[in-house]
């Protein structure tokens, strides 16, 4: 039967697999397609997609490495401190910094402000102008939390295989 340590660390890692796979598909189509619309219809699609994203499926695999990370640490701190915990510690940081703080310190605001942009009551300009102001500095957070999300998962198959050794 397995224990309950590697039940908690195959939720672990299942969870930072998906938010890494979501971010990383993101950042090699949804963002390179959008790239491709004018900007009235660009604001449109953020808009509607940052509401979207708002759902069950993705708060499970963007909240859960946040709550499973550190307790799969603290789990593997209980058994013994090896190099297992120590990327796992890492791990949990890397997460909380890269791909949940900037997600919530610079990519929610930003979504926050495009969410109170009024498409209907703005020219053409201050529509050009609010995807300057958002575009770019959304796709920069976004490629940081992308690359933080990667190598969190990276580090949590490391340690993994650290397991086995």
Same mark, same amino acid.
């Given at each position: 039967?397995? &224990?309950f340590? %590697? *039940?908690?660390?195959?939720?672990?890692?299942?969870?930072?697999?998906?938010i890494?796979g979501l #971010?990383?598909?993101?950042?090699?189509? !949804?963002?390179p397609?959008l790239?491709?619309l004018g900007?009235?219809e660009?604001?449109?699609?953020?808009q509607a997609i $940052? !509401?979207?994203?708002v $759902?069950?499926?993705?708060?499970?695999?963007?909240?859960?490495?946040?709550?499973?990370?550190p307790?799969?640490?603290?789990? /593997?701190? /209980?058994? &013994?401190i090896s190099?297992k915990?120590? #990327?796992?510690?890492?791990a949990?940081?890397l997460y909380?910094?890269g791909?949940?703080?900037?997600?919530?310190?610079g $990519?929610?605001p930003l979504?926050? &402000? *495009?969410?109170g942009?009024n *498409?209907? @009551?703005a &020219?053409q300009e201050?529509?050009?102008? /609010?995807?300057i102001?958002? @575009?770019d500095?959304? $796709?920069?957070?976004? %490629?940081i939390r992308?690359?933080?999300c990667? !190598?969190?998962f *990276?580090? !949590?198959?490391?340690?993994r295989? @650290? @397991?086995?050794?």
């Amino acid at each position: 039967m397995m &224990s309950f340590s %590697n *039940l908690i660390f195959i939720a672990t890692a299942l969870t930072t697999a998906l938010i890494a796979g979501l #971010f990383y598909a993101y950042y090699c189509s !949804v963002n390179p397609g959008l790239s491709k619309l004018g900007d009235t219809e660009y604001i449109s699609a953020m808009q509607a997609i $940052n !509401v979207a994203i708002v $759902n069950p499926v993705f708060l499970l695999s963007f909240l859960g490495p946040l709550l499973l990370l550190p307790f799969s640490t603290y789990l /593997q701190f /209980q058994e &013994s401190i090896s190099l297992k915990f120590w #990327f796992l510690l890492a791990a949990t940081f890397l997460y909380y910094l890269g791909g949940f703080g900037i997600t919530v310190f610079g $990519n929610i605001p930003l979504n926050d &402000s *495009l969410a109170g942009f009024n *498409l209907a @009551e703005a &020219s053409q300009e201050i529509i050009s102008r /609010q995807r300057i102001k958002f @575009e770019d500095p959304w $796709n920069r957070l976004h %490629n940081i939390r992308t690359l933080a999300c990667i !190598v969190t998962f *990276l580090l !949590v198959i490391i340690a993994r295989l @650290e @397991e086995g050794k």
